[in-house]
């Protein structure tokens, strides 16, 4: 007997660190942009399984002129392109171009991002996983009342080895392949 996929369940996934290589130089273009072993057929598992995929990442290299939007746009055009030709799907993308000063609400660790999302779909996000790599990251999955999940990519080793009691009991995974699995399992 074969299992029906749910449909239309939300995961919300950070980018950088999580879906492709970080880079303390910032990644610039979409020649820098380099998707993370696994990740592309992560995100192509998940559509499968019936999951609606979000991204909220905060893009402070538009505000501190390192790149420009046009860049970022060939740079998510990759990202979809790569995702469809492994049966995925990235349905929204929420971008913070703020630097860290700047006092926007929708830079992690604020919710602002996420709440974009909630607001797209017009959905609670209650116990919806948001997948990500740093204390920002699930700071801000909990301001908005989703699930905070760290993968050990990208900055994810160094923020698992520091993590603050009141995260102590979230998920954890050694990247977004094996988030996948776990979450197209259950």
């Given at each position: 007997?074969?299992r029906?996929?749910?449909?239309n369940?939300?995961?919300?996934?950070?980018?950088?660190?999580v879906i492709?290589?970080?880079?303390a130089?910032y990644?610039?273009?979409?020649?820098?942009?380099?998707?993370?072993?696994?990740?592309i057929e992560?995100?192509?598992a998940?559509?499968?399984?019936?999951?609606r995929?979000?991204?909220a990442?905060n893009?402070?290299g538009l505000a501190?002129?390192?790149?420009?939007e046009d860049?970022?746009q060939r740079?998510?055009?990759?990202?979809r392109?790569?995702?469809?030709?492994?049966?995925g799907s990235i349905?929204?993308i929420?971008v913070?171009?703020?630097?860290?000063?700047d006092?926007?609400?929708?830079?992690?660790?604020?919710?602002?991002?996420?709440?974009?999302?909630?607001d797209?779909?017009?959905?609670?996000?209650?116990?919806?996983p948001?997948?990500?790599?740093?204390?920002?990251?699930?700071?801000?999955?909990?301001?908005a009342g989703?699930?905070?999940?760290?993968v050990?990519t990208g900055?994810?080793?160094?923020?698992?080895?520091?993590?603050?009691?009141r995260?102590?009991?979230?998920?954890?995974f050694?990247?977004?392949?094996?988030a996948a699995?776990?979450?197209?399992?259950?």
């Amino acid at each position: 007997m074969s299992r029906t996929a749910p449909v239309n369940r939300l995961i919300i996934l950070d980018r950088d660190g999580v879906i492709n290589e970080d880079s303390a130089e910032y990644v610039k273009d979409a020649e820098e942009w380099l998707p993370i072993a696994g990740s592309i057929e992560a995100i192509g598992a998940l559509t499968r399984a019936g999951y609606r995929i979000a991204v909220a990442t905060n893009q402070s290299g538009l505000a501190r002129g390192f790149y420009d939007e046009d860049a970022l746009q060939r740079m998510h055009d990759k990202l979809r392109a790569l995702s469809s030709a492994a049966g995925g799907s990235i349905d929204f993308i929420a971008v913070c171009p703020h630097g860290p000063n700047d006092g926007c609400d929708c830079r992690k660790p604020a919710p602002g991002l996420l709440t974009q999302i909630a607001d797209y779909w017009q959905e609670d996000l209650s116990g919806v996983p948001f997948i990500g790599d740093t204390l920002r990251d699930l700071e801000a999955a909990a301001a908005a009342g989703a699930k905070p999940v760290l993968v050990r990519t990208g900055n994810g080793a160094d923020t698992e080895r520091a993590l603050p009691e009141r995260f102590h009991n979230i998920d954890v995974f050694d990247d977004l392949a094996a988030a996948a699995a776990h979450f197209t399992a259950t």
